[in-house]
């Protein structure tokens, strides 16, 4: 099970972090990752971290600004997300899979490709 929480109301050039906590005892066996969904529009992806955390893929339009990290300790995904716009207004998702394959291009973009999801926090950014 995956909860995500750390949404909220900022303004444009704001910063915030997004938690993603994962129940069980074997989360460092999942890649993780973050998606998104803005109203009336397909989820899309964000970013992806390895199961160690030594790898991560970034969509192009918020590289640079957010960073993905996890902590295994603490069954623990975060989403540092710098420099925030009105365009990242979304709902966003972490998500994981066990499958190493997930981290390849043509799988990880791919929201039928994760096993878990979590239920999403809001992230308002005003202009």
């Known amino acids: 099970q995956l909860q995500a929480y750390g949404g909220g109301l900022v303004q444009a050039g704001d910063s915030l972090r997004l938690s993603c906590a994962a129940s069980g005892r074997t989360f460092s066996s999942y890649v993780m990752a973050w998606f998104r969904q803005a109203l009336g529009k397909e989820r899309e992806f964000v970013t992806v971290i390895s199961r160690s955390g030594g790898s991560t893929f970034t969509t192009d339009s918020v590289k640079g600004r957010f960073t993905i990290s996890r902590d295994n300790a603490k069954n623990t995904v975060y989403l540092q997300m710098n420099s925030l716009k009105p365009e990242d207004t979304a709902v966003y998702y972490c998500?994981?899979?066990?499958?190493?394959?997930?981290?390849?291009?043509?799988?990880?973009?791919?929201?039928?490709?994760?096993?878990?999801w979590g239920q999403g926090t809001q992230v308002t950014v005003s202009s």
């Open positions: 998500a994981a899979d066990r499958e190493v394959s997930i981290l390849a291009r043509r799988n990880r973009e791919d929201v039928g490709k994760y096993e878990y």
